[in-house]
């Protein structure tokens, strides 16, 4: 009897519960709203609270940050200077549709010149530069140039193909004003428009040096078109960096010929002396030389040891002097090798390091006697060449023997160099460094994207 009626109880409750129940569990079933990508919940397939998945807002842990790789300034002309930085959006689902970002430009104390706002956008997988042309810093000296991007928007993009233009026949021309030709080519059959190209020209040591812009308003498709790019003055570095770091001894003579006037101004010593310097202003900051001069025996201790301070060294060769005793017309071009050869020898170095004589010289080598002057100078010469150095030899006038010095002395023919006059010096110097330090070569790129929102 006491079961029949639990039995019972239960069945009741069970009915209540479904007349209760299942009217209230509809009622939350229905009124309660689906998930969405607004309903600050982490549901569906997010990867964040209402961002990623189904969700077209992006997940800030989804991307990466954009990069910068270098930001600089550019002279333009007084008061006004270029900016630019190279920017790289590394993401290759995710194209920031929009970024604001700010220049910093400061002084070398560090204090604010100006700060210029903007705002751009960066393409997945896409490099380019920022460029803000004709920045006005009044009186100032930039000394650093930073950019600082935050508001990035992004947006989820797949499959996405960039409009493909080709650029080709890049010259640089450095001739006056430096300028830069390049042909753009569309290869698609739409029309572009609002196209942007910005050249860059780095040097060797890939550091940035210039920096321009232009704007092709319509490049049609299969219609090649030419761009010109173009900076005002010429590159502002040092005059030549060698491709190589060298070290370069400069053998002098002071023997009395080199002064066979009585002017104000000795000659051809003078002239000697003005060229040499030109050529070391051909050095860089990575390279080093020293000075020894020799008449009938090298100067000892040597004018100047190796040094990349290359004031110190042109003060040496300007302090060269034809001293009374030097006037017996004695010519020991060997013995000034021999000092040079042994200074270049305490040098230690890489080996990507080129060492290097400049010998000069106006008569013949007629010390010492024994075994004599011409035997002694290329018994040295052959010493120093089987140690890894190479020797260019100058000879001055019409009292040296040319094939001498081409034949024993220099490294190759083509590293003998003629000097009729002391006129000519300078440019014998100047052709000198030229093959030491071969022309600056430049390298260029050209970053090309499409600026219409339509285009993108």
Known sequence: ??????????????????????????????????????????????????????????????????????????????????????????????????????????????RLINTVAGKSFANAREKFIIFEPQV?????????????????????VAN?????????????????????TAILSNDTPETLGHVEAVATIFNEENNII????????????????????????????EPRICLKPVEVMLVFDRSGSMNDDEGASPEPITSAQNAAK?????????????????????????????????????????????RPEDEKGFTNLGGGLRAAGEELARSIREDSTRKIIVALTDGKANYPSTPGGEAYAKSEADTIRKNGVEIYAIGLGDKVNEPFLK???????????????????????ARVARDVCPNRVYLTHIFVRVLDEASR
């Open 1 to 110: 009897m006491g079961a029949w009626r639990t039995g019972r109880q239960i069945t009741y409750l069970i009915i209540f519960i479904m007349l209760v129940g299942l009217p209230a569990g509809l009622y939350v079933y229905f009124k309660t709203p689906a998930p969405s990508c607004s309903d600050k919940i982490q549901n569906q397939d997010e990867f964040g609270i209402d961002c990623g998945g189904s969700c077209a807002r992006v997940c800030a842990e989804e991307v990466a940050s954009l990069v910068t790789f270098w930001q600089k300034s550019f002279f333009v002309r007084d008061g006004f200077y270029d900016l630019a930085a190279l920017i790289e959006n590394p993401n290759s689902s995710f194209t920031a549709t929009s970024f604001s970002y700010t220049w910093s430009v400061y002084d070398k104390n560090n």
């Open 136 to 156: 006005s810093i009044g009186g100032s000296v930039p000394a650093h140039a930073f950019i600082e991007i935050k508001d990035t928007v992004w947006e989820r």
């Open 160 to 180: 996405v193909e960039k409009p493909r233009i080709l650029v080709e026949d890049e010259e640089l021309s450095l001739t006056g004003a430096p300028k830069l």
């Open 210 to 237: 210039g920096v321009s812009r232009t704007i092709v308003s319509n490049l049609m498709g299969d219609v090649p078109q030419k761009v010109f790019f173009t900076w005002p003055k010429e590159f502002t570095e």
């Open 278 to 322: 030109l050529f070391i202003n051909q050095l860089g900051s990575r390279d080093k030389v020293g000075l020894v001069s020799f008449a009938r025996d090298a100067s000892d201790p040597i004018d100047a040891p190796l040094s990349s301070t290359l004031e110190d060294v042109k003060r040496a060769v300007s302090d060269i002097h034809v």
């Open 407 to 429: 034949d024993s002395i220099a490294s190759r023919k083509e590293n003998y160099f003629f000097s009729a006059t002391r006129e000519e010096l300078a440019d014998v110097y």
